[in-house]
């Protein structure tokens, strides 16, 4: 033990440069990563800076001195001041918190379920049917939706007017668009998500459920005493992940599938930036509210990291 303490020493001890010579060939390994990130994590941080300053279509994009035109906080002023900006924020928020109520513990629950699928070939064909959604595009997932939910032939619809009901214009209705966004996510995201739960239950020790057996503990013991604390550090981490992107959502889904009647539930930061860059061309407003959510969601990370490893010792770092 001693030996390989002092070897670890002297080897700590030798210059940087010495060492990465010596593993030469994992850092050759690691450099196109390296690159990668640098090129499109690290250099497009330079873009924040449209956020102050009034930038126009033409302008150079490494301007000097007055063609910079800085304008400081400006751009969040005026998106804070806006009749936009409470809107947007509470969708966002509200988008956020139903999905993590209604929709974060999908995945668990179809992760517990399947576990007890004793039949192999029965439970590998109902996990491959359930994660296929996720490889399908989000267009034409909400195409789909958009399809279902017509008025006059929408399946949804027609099975309602079977059972005397009246057809209903279900993406002309506010109230009706949250539910129908955030089941339609659940839907396509449950199976995929259930692929990490599966994998630590699948790292469970079995002879706790041996043990559990012996002391005549059921199925439905062995998975709430057994199988939820085994996975609980997995549940945990994602749950942090979850809550760190909470200013973010599936914003590709909402805008393929709302329009200007449903904004007052519908409109979120994603779908704002999204109008005030791409169709407005006000790049600098757009980056700033898009810096704003980002720095929330970083926010938001470091809080729920910092309570989890208070309250359940699992945290990310």
Avoid: C
Avoid at 35 to 55: E, K, N
Avoid at 152 to 175: A, D, H, K, T
Wanted: positive net charge; hydrophobic residues 50%; charged residues 15%.
């Amino acid at each position: 033990m001693h030996s390989v303490k002092g070897a670890k020493t002297l080897y700590n001890k030798k210059p940087l440069l010495i060492r990465i010579w010596q593993h030469k060939v994992i850092y050759l390994l690691l450099l196109p990563i390296v690159i990668h990130v640098v090129i499109f994590s690290y250099i497009p941080m330079y873009g924040l800076t449209l956020a102050f300053r009034d930038f126009r279509i033409g302008d150079p994009l490494f301007p000097v001195g007055e063609a910079a035109r800085w304008v400081g906080l400006r751009n969040f002023q005026d998106f804070f001041s806006s009749i936009y900006a409470f809107r947007t924020i509470r969708n966002t928020i509200l988008n956020s918190v139903f999905s993590l109520i209604f929709a974060f513990w999908v995945p668990i629950v179809f992760a517990l379920l399947l576990n007890e699928i004793r039949h192999i070939k029965y439970k590998r064909t109902v996990q491959t049917i359930s994660y296929l959604p996720y490889f399908i595009s989000s267009a034409i997932i909400a195409g789909l939706a958009v399809t279902f939910l017509n008025e006059r032939s929408g399946m949804v619809n027609n099975i309602i007017e079977f059972f005397g009901g009246q057809r209903v214009e279900w993406l002309m209705i506010p109230e009706a668009f949250r539910p129908i966004h955030i089941t339609i996510g659940s839907w396509q995201t449950f199976g995929w998500g259930s692929i990490l739960y599966l994998a630590a239950i699948a790292g469970i020790d079995q002879n706790l459920y041996e043990a559990a057996k012996i002391d005549g503990a059921n199925r439905l013991q062995q998975a709430w005493h057994i199988t939820l604390p085994g996975i609980s550090p997995t549940i945990f981490i994602l749950l942090i992940f979850t809550i760190g992107n909470m200013m973010g959502g599936d914003v590709e889904r909402i805008l393929l599938m709302y329009n200007p009647s449903v904004y007052s539930t519908a409109d979120v930061l994603g779908t704002y930036i999204y109008r005030q860059g791409m169709e407005m061309s006000r790049f600098s407003l757009s980056t700033a509210v898009g810096l704003f959510a980002s720095t929330v969601n970083f926010a938001l990370l470091i809080l729920a990291n910092w309570s989890s490893r208070r309250i359940t010792g699992n945290s990310v770092w």
